[in-house]
Structures are given as structure tokens and as C-alpha cells.
């Protein structure tokens, strides 16, 4: 069982930026494939980005060309950097982990974007973002 802590939301001004970072518990985070989804209230959980166990990355349209996401495997620790943040990123922002086939050398390039892909998620962390 991985464990997920989300952390760094907070309420910010439009424009600013803000850095999440989401800590594992286990010892098999490079081997996963991770994610941050974000929800609003009154509204279906979102695909906001998704990284490799070997850092290929896939973004949500909404977001792309403004967050980035990243993955430090050494100190268990996905991240996500929101640049130039607007009104409508406002959400609580959650990680999330799918186990992958690492070590047969596959799903090197497995960036999954639906929820229902994934295996462990963490409890969110909010995000405000003021006009």
C-alpha cells in the first residue's frame, strides 16, 4: 500500500505561482507512474498531468504551456510547478500512483490521464486562486 501527502496549496493571486509537492510512503516510487488530477466543487475530477517512472509527461489541455511536472525518485517526491495561475485552476489538487511493469523494462513512456487508471491517490491539498 503506497501512502500519498500532498503539500504547498494555498490561496494565491491571479498570475502568481505556486509549487505542490506530493510525498510516497513506500520504496517502489520510481517505479510508478504518477499523476495530479484536480476537482472543483460540483465538478468531475480533472486530468491536470501525468509523469513517467522514466519522466516522459503528458499534460491537460487547460494546463499545458503553464504547469510542469516533475519527479524527484531519490527523495520519493512528485511535484508540480503552476505558473501564471487563473480563477478557474482553483481546486483541491490531488496525487496519484499506478503501479507499473518497470522491472521487465516496460510502460517507460506510461503517462495515464483517467482516474480510474491509477491505484493509490492522496487526501488533496486545496488550491485558491483570487481574481
Known amino acids: 500500500q503506497e501512502q500519498l501527502v500532498e503539500s504547498g496549496g494555498g490561496l494565491v493571486q491571479a498570475g502568481d505561482s505556486l509549487r505542490l509537492s506530493c510525498a510516497a510512503s513506500?520504496?517502489?516510487?520510481?517505479?510508478?507512474?504518477m499523476g495530479w488530477f484536480r476537482q472543483a466543487p460540483g465538478k468531475e475530477r480533472e486530468f491536470v498531468a501525468s509523469?513517467?517512472?522514466?519522466?516522459?509527461?503528458r499534460y491537460g489541455s487547460s494546463v499545458k504551456g503553464r504547469f510542469t511536472i516533475s519527479r524527484d525518485n531519490a527523495k520519493n517526491t512528485l511535484y508540480l510547478e503552476m505558473n501564471s495561475l487563473r480563477p478557474e485552476d482553483t481546486a483541491v489538487y490531488y496525487c496519484a500512483a499506478r503501479g507499473t511493469n518497470r522491472r521487465l523494462g516496460r510502460d517507460s513512456d506510461l503517462t495515464p490521464s483517467s482516474p480510474s487508471d491509477y491505484h493509490f491517490w492522496g487526501q488533496g491539498t486545496p488550491v485558491t486562486v483570487s481574481s
Open positions: 509523469i513517467s517512472w522514466a519522466g516522459a509527461t
Open positions: 513506500g520504496r517502489t516510487f520510481g517505479s510508478y507512474a
